[in-house]
């Protein structure tokens, strides 16, 4: 199955509506899709060896795609195009 892992820091309302509506998109676009939302402080060490550098970022398979919050439709379309090809 796919990990997506987005990693964020505590205390952003907005961004909470955003992983929600986020998290939806990914799991409608692929199936048995594993989502993980990582404090980055909890993380540290994880996300400086994936090269996490600003928030929000999302890793899809331990490999970093977005370094700031995508479009849900920026989001669907990188999940898709990885989904290729691993049936």
Known sequence: SMKVEMFYTPGC????????????????????????ELNVLDELDYAVELGVLTLPSIAVDGKLIFTSMPTVAQLRTALIERSKGRE
């Open 13 to 36: 309302s907005e961004c909470v509506v955003a992983h929600a509506r986020l998290r939806t998109t990914a799991q409608e676009a692929v199936k048995n899709l594993v989502w993980r």
